[in-house]
């Protein structure tokens, strides 16, 4: 009987004990609108350059803090995946949206923060020969993405107060597949 006892009080602690082990995994969700210009890299797009673009990212971010090695290796960087919107400021253009997996590292005593993405994106209204045959940026609805960005972070400064200011680059393109493939590089601004 007694036996029986520490059998149950073993089996009950046992998964509380082990709950211990756990290890954190925060995360953070943001939001960030941005305003920016198409860049003229070829003289084909200069007809597509009428408007400024405009847009936002939502942004998961998980937090890394020295669990594996490489994470204190590359000074904790965030890793995550952000989806992107974008009214191209032209309607030929339209709007895009992408998907990317990307990581942030941080410089500076985590004041500046270079961020890299890369992922698949959605034309809304793509080349066509009929209906659209002034949008030769993009030759498919379906393209490659990828972002650079780079962000000054100052958090709490009065009472979880903070700001941030950002640039960053988005191309478009869908490594001529289908043709025409011209692309489109945006330099845009965010502040928060």
Request: charged share 15%.
């Amino acid at each position: 009987m007694r036996y029986n006892w520490w059998l149950l009080i073993f089996g009950v602690l046992s998964p509380m004990l082990l709950a211990q082990q756990r290890e954190l995994k925060p995360y953070a969700i943001e939001l960030d609108y941005y305003y920016g210009s198409i860049l003229e890299h070829n003289s084909d797009i200069a007809h597509l350059i009428t408007g400024h673009p405009t847009g936002f990212n939502l942004i998961y971010n998980r937090k890394t803090y020295g669990y594996n090695e490489w994470e204190s290796r590359y000074n904790y960087p965030d890793w995550g995946f952000t989806f992107n919107y974008q009214d191209m400021g032209n309607p030929y253009l339209g709007k895009n949206y992408g998907l990317y997996g990307h990581f942030n590292w941080y410089f500076w005593k985590r004041r500046l923060r270079f961020g890299i993405g890369q992922g698949v994106a959605m034309a809304g209204n793509p080349y066509d020969a009929e209906d659209n045959y002034q949008n030769t940026a993009y030759g498919s609805r379906f393209m490659s993405t990828t972002f650079l960005k780079f962000n000054l972070i100052q958090e709490n400064i009065y009472r979880g107060i903070g700001f941030k200011l950002g640039t960053g680059i988005i191309h478009y393109s869908n490594a001529n597949f289908k043709a025409p493939n011209n692309s489109t590089n945006t330099l845009y601004f965010s502040a928060r």
